[in-house]
């Protein structure tokens, strides 16, 4: 199985001030075919489901805000949200769809300091 | 506007069964493939089972092979999981979400598994 690990476990982070999450894989994500990383993020906010925020490792999904942005490729991906607002308060998930079983990072919870 | 919603959770005795069922609207149901994902109480996501737009293709998680049977009626715009041999590990919120990237999810069914 792919195993997917982020970090950190938790960021408190300022309004208005950036929070990067790294996501890291034990093989890699990209198929030379296509040229693509099989990487997603999701947002839950407390007591809903998981939203997806990018997929393809990089591609915002429709009526997602621009200060969310994905990247990296292969094994090695990051998050980030620039200028966090206080609505961007919730537990955040790596997710693999290159190999089954579909695996998930751990969640990393990001809080306003 | 893409709609899941599931239904079937509830209150199951350890080794017994249930059926959950998710229906779709606002996309043709019939050109994409759906999961199953779950979320036990506190804890993160576990990906379940997969099928394909025409069922050709079927997964499962290891965790759940030879207990859980995913399948789906297109005719119904539904997908279902039955859930049989149930332990306490199977406690959790049940998700399904469209497509290999999850592009959408339904609001889930608590399936609580206790005696």
């Known amino acids: 199985d792919i195993v997917m690990t982020q970090s950190p476990d938790s960021l408190a982070v300022s309004l208005g001030e950036r929070a990067t999450i790294n996501c890291k894989s034990n093989?890699?994500?990209?198929?030379?075919?296509?040229?693509?990383?099989?990487l997603g993020w999701f947002q839950q906010k407390s007591g809903q489901p998981p939203t997806l925020l990018i997929y393809w490792a990089s591609i915002r999904e429709s009526g997602v805000p621009d200060r969310f942005s994905g990247s990296g490729s292969g094994r090695d991906f990051s998050l980030t949200i620039n200028s966090l607002q206080a609505e961007d308060v919730a537990v955040y998930y790596c997710?693999?769809?290159?190999?089954?079983?579909?695996?998930f990072g751990q969640g990393t919870k990001v809080e306003i300091k | 506007e893409v709609q899941l919603e599931e239904s079937g959770g509830g209150l199951v005795q350890p080794g017994g069964s249930l059926r959950l069922s998710c229906v779709a609207s606002?996309?043709?149901?019939?050109?994409?493939?759906m999961n199953w994902v779950r979320q036990a109480p506190g804890k993160g996501l576990e990906w379940v089972s997969y099928?394909?737009?025409?069922?050709?293709?079927?997964y499962h998680a290891d965790s759940v092979k030879g207990r859980f049977t995913i399948s789906r009626d297109n005719a119904e715009n539904s997908v279902y999981l039955q859930m049989n041999s149930l332990t306490v590990e199977d406690m959790a919120v049940y998700y399904c979400?469209?497509?290999?990237?999850?592009?959408?999810w339904g609001q889930g069914t608590l399936v609580t598994v206790s005696s």
């Open positions: 979400a469209r497509d290999r990237h999850s592009d959408f």
């Open positions: 093989q890699t994500l990209f198929y030379s075919s296509n040229n693509k990383s099989y």
């Open positions: 997710h693999q769809y290159f190999n089954i079983p579909w695996t």
């Open positions: 099928i394909s737009n025409s069922s050709s293709i079927i």
């Open positions: 606002g996309f043709i149901f019939s050109d994409y493939g």
